[in-house]
């Protein structure tokens, strides 16, 4: 799987948006990106993915650029709820997901 | 949506002993599950892959005679932590899939503390 890179932090306003930034600058054509959070003490639960188009569901939206060497992952209206550990994740076929450090994102009021 | 159930949550046991954690697919059918161990503070090392059916793959540096995987239907799979000894005290987590290109869904983890 194609190294990512996330910055370790960053704050964000309750009520605004989060836009979290993710380098996958070696991924190659069949992977996919996946996007997971990670609250404390839980599992990772699933927010997106996708693979060269832009998406959109009801947790969040996914740009990636034309290149595809990064993507951005869109939290639309941050709540305190949303404060967790976000994980930027480049998938091949192989279906295993492997975590980097990710980013701990902290929703302040 | 589909659900992972992971029990125990917490188990507590003592130095030399051996500990099951069950990981279930409640309402799919899951051809492969992932086994996640994760140190305190620290990200989530992926510990093996298991195939209904199939023997386990243990990524490289993990013990398959230690860590025992068994994933004997398509909606449990087992890891069973042999001899335990402090040092293996972590959150493990399970996660499954159908084996398509859609997401994984995890379990909620297992806190496992060795004394």
């Known amino acids: 799987d194609a190294k990512t890179t996330q910055p370790p932090s960053m704050d964000c306003a309750e009520g605004r948006a989060a836009n979290l930034p993710c380098n996958h600058s070696?991924?190659?054509?069949?992977?996919?990106v996946y996007w997971y959070r990670q609250i404390h003490s839980q599992g990772p639960q699933y927010i997106i993915h996708?693979?060269?188009n832009n998406e959109t569901n009801e947790m969040a939206s996914l740009i990636i650029t034309e290149d595809r060497k990064s993507s951005t992952l869109i939290l639309p209206h941050a709540t305190l709820r949303d404060t967790a550990v976000y994980y930027c994740i480049a998938r091949s076929n192989d279906y295993k997901l492997s975590f980097g450090a990710g980013t701990t994102v902290t929703v302040r009021a | 949506g589909a659900v992972v159930s992971q029990h125990p949550s917490r188990v507590i046991c003592k130095s030399g002993t051996s500990v099951k954690i069950e990981c279930r697919s409640l309402?799919?059918?899951?051809?492969?599950m992932f086994w996640y161990r994760q140190f305190p503070k620290q990200s989530l090392m992926l510990m093996a892959t298991s195939n209904e059916g199939s023997k386990a793959t243990y990524e490289q540096g993990v013990e398959k005679d230690k860590f025992l995987i068994n994933h004997a239907s398509l909606t449990l799979s087992t890891l069973t932590v042999t001899s335990a000894h402090p040092e293996d005290s972590s959150f493990y987590i399970c996660?499954?899939?159908?084996?398509?290109?859609?997401?994984?869904?995890f379990g909620s983890g297992t806190r496992l503390t060795v004394v």
């Open positions: 309402d799919f059918q899951a051809t492969t």
């Open positions: 996708g693979l060269k």
């Open positions: 070696t991924i190659s054509g069949n992977e996919y």
């Open positions: 996660s499954a899939g159908t084996g398509a290109a859609d997401g994984y869904t």
